[in-house]
């Protein structure tokens, strides 16, 4: 039997931490006086510090964890919005894992007991050998904070092997039992809360750079369009020089009759125009040349080196849209530009159907009343029989009850 040989409050500190170690420490006390601002810490400016805080029992065991998060601004200031009530969530916790004092009270982001304010929270990692609960209690075993800590003294008192015991003896080993399910349940809803987040910022990585993908396609697109037009200009322009080099040579072809001094002279000057002219044409035909291969490229071009539309296209990824009256349909890298474009016309090619059509089909799917028109002149809007094949409805038809029916 142990008996304590003085009663205590327990000790409460909260730790910030860096990765899965313990970067700072500080008493609960102390932590009251960054949340009122009489202090700040600039090293930890404009950072979101992950903390918890930890309640130890009168022999410095823990007793309760909270896995809280809290905002410093660029002053080093504590959020002064923050009002999270972690020491009476320390005293609803749910049973966590046994950290040398038996199974602590625990509160993180997927065992919290009020879920509106889990995304105030975080879960720990419990990789076994490196886990935050190795670093929590190595630190609370540590004592930097000097806890006084509470001495405990054993009686000598006889031990009889009685039945009893021994049914205590597997009692106890029905709880050890249970505090291991408690930890691998706990730890399953900590890495299936690691995944959603993981998830969500792929998510929300993948939005972005399919964003910057449609502006610099829009971009390439309308540079491709600036140099068509150039190119139709320098074509016309190389159009109308043709014909003023023909209408030269037939000059000169009427000069060559002549055998004046004049007629001479003219004829050499027109020579050295039509030379002048051909070595131009020559120009504009290797521009031209430039131009066009400039444009294939532009055309053929492949997506930029360590894209998400790279990866998606070396490991022949597709992705999956889904549009009512097609269902599911598969995106080839090839086709992703296509279908941001106008995705409905992408889908109505898919039916077999021009745009138009698909989109009086669609507007009487997602509201399937009629479109006729009442002797006051108002629409109808009687509920109709819904077509749900786009190539089986007929605009005018089906889209109409039986007293407006055609």
Not at 227 to 242: A, I, V
Request: with cysteine; proline share 4%; glycine share 6%.
């Amino acid at each position: 039997m142990v008996i304590s040989s003085q009663t205590a409050e327990p000790h409460s500190a909260v730790f910030f931490m860096d990765g899965v170690e313990v970067s700072r420490q500080m008493r609960l006390s102390e932590f009251g006086a960054f949340l009122d601002g009489y202090v700040g810490l600039s090293d930890l400016a404009e950072t979101d510090v992950r903390a918890v805080l930890v309640n130890l029992n009168p022999d410095l065991t823990v007793a309760a964890l909270v896995f809280f998060k809290i905002w410093f601004d660029e002053e080093g200031q504590a959020d002064r919005r923050w009002n999270l009530p972690i020491e009476a969530l320390a005293d609803q916790g749910s049973k966590g894992p046994d950290l040398g004092g038996g199974a602590i009270r625990l509160v993180c982001r997927s065992q919290t007991p009020d879920r509106g304010i889990k995304d105030h929270l975080w879960d720990p990692d419990m990789t076994p050998g490196n886990s935050h609960f190795h670093a929590i209690r190595k630190s609370v075993q540590a004592n930097t904070l000097r806890f006084q800590k509470v001495e405990t003294a054993e009686q000598d008192i006889p031990i009889l092997n009685t039945p009893a015991e021994e049914q205590g003896d597997e009692s106890q080993e029905r709880a050890r039992i249970a505090q291991l399910l408690r930890e691998h349940r706990l730890r399953i809803k900590t890495l299936q809360s690691v995944h959603r987040d993981v998830l969500g910022d792929l998510q929300r990585e993948h939005r972005l750079e399919m964003q910057t993908l449609r502006t610099e396609l829009a971009e390439l697109e309308q540079q491709h369009e600036r140099m068509r037009h150039t190119n139709e200009q320098l074509k016309q322009r190389l159009s109308e020089r043709n014909e003023q080099y023909l209408s030269m040579q037939q000059s000169m072809a009427a000069t060559e009759t002549g055998s004046s001094d004049k007629t001479n002279a003219e004829r050499v000057l027109l020579r050295e125009q039509l030379e002048r002219k051909e070595r131009e044409l020559q120009l504009r035909d290797e521009i031209i040349d430039v131009l066009e291969h400039e444009n294939d490229e532009l055309k053929n071009r492949k997506p930029l080196e360590d894209s998400l539309l790279e990866k998606l296209h070396d490991h022949s990824v597709f992705l999956v849209a889904y549009h009512h009256g097609v269902g599911h349909i598969t995106l080839p890298t090839t086709d992703i530009g296509e279908y941001f474009k106008n995705p409905l016309a992408y889908a109505a090619e898919r039916c077999g159907m021009s745009e138009s059509a698909y989109k009086e089909w669609l507007e009487h799917y997602e509201s399937p009343l009629c479109v006729g028109t009442t002797e006051s002149g108002g629409r109808c809007a009687q509920p109709i029989v819904r077509v749900t094949q786009p190539a089986e409805f007929r605009a005018g038809t089906d889209d109409r009850c039986d007293a407006h029916k055609p």
